[in-house]
């Protein structure tokens, strides 16, 4: 990761942080995207002594996303790697499921996929790339509960394989990564007995750990995963095989 560049979207807590270090372990500067405070993030980067920028966008806003990646141009002189890893949920039964929260879940969750791919291709076309786009086990599996969710995830894998397809040949890679049950603040407030009950059916017998993703991530960016494209890793424990 040495001299590269990497943009992390929903980078300020959870996955996107345990990423941000982990990439920034490894040599790598970091650009992330929130809408949350990153300064904690940034003095954890910076302690590593690696260059670390934080931008306040709304990822599911296009306008904003292009000024933020023309910011980092700007102010990091290069785009090498893009984490498309921002996402919400909104969980609902799908008769109980408001329009609203629908169209909020694959706004955030989806059309930022295509807000930042589109913002950050253009720079890579001239000297290649890395994307790596953050699905769930929702989306290859479904979830009862999370309609809006599973089909958001299950479209950025649509997505990472049709751009694998149209910019291999100019050197651009883009591959998904599909977490199960990781021990984030999003699975801190599922029920107990539920959280118990997905935790006896995952073969390894446990949840996983931000940082087991930010390695799996690491892989697809890195050299070692040079002749890798329009690939799914599945990080879940074997839940879903």
Known sequence: MKNTVTIIT??????????????????????????????????????KGRKAEFYQVDVSDFKAVEEAVNSVIKNMGQINNLVNNAGITIDKLLLRMKEEDWDRVITVNLK???????????????????????????????NAGQSNYAASKAGIIGFTKSAAREYGE?????????????????????????????????????????????????????????????????????LYM
């Open 10 to 47: 929903g980078g300020a807590q959870g996955i996107g942080r345990a990423m941000a270090e982990y990439l920034a372990d490894k040599g790598g500067d970091i650009a992330i995207f929130d809408i949350i405070d990153g300064n904690e993030v940034l003095s954890a980067i910076r302690e």
């Open 112 to 142: 930022s996929v295509f807000n930042c791919t589109r913002a950050v291709i253009r720079h890579m076309l001239k000297t290649g790339g890395s994307i790596v786009n953050i699905s769930s086990i929702a989306g290859v599996m479904g």
């Open 170 to 238: 100019r050197g651009i890679r883009v591959n998904a990564v599909a977490p199960g049950f990781i021990n984030t603040k999003m699975t801190e407030i599922l029920d107990d007995k539920y959280k118990e009950e997905m935790r006896k059916a995952i073969p390894l017998k446990r949840y996983g750990e931000p940082v087991e993703v930010a390695r799996a991530v690491y892989f697809l960016l890195s050299e070692y995963g040079e002749y890798i494209t329009g690939e799914v890793i599945n990080v879940n424990g074997g």
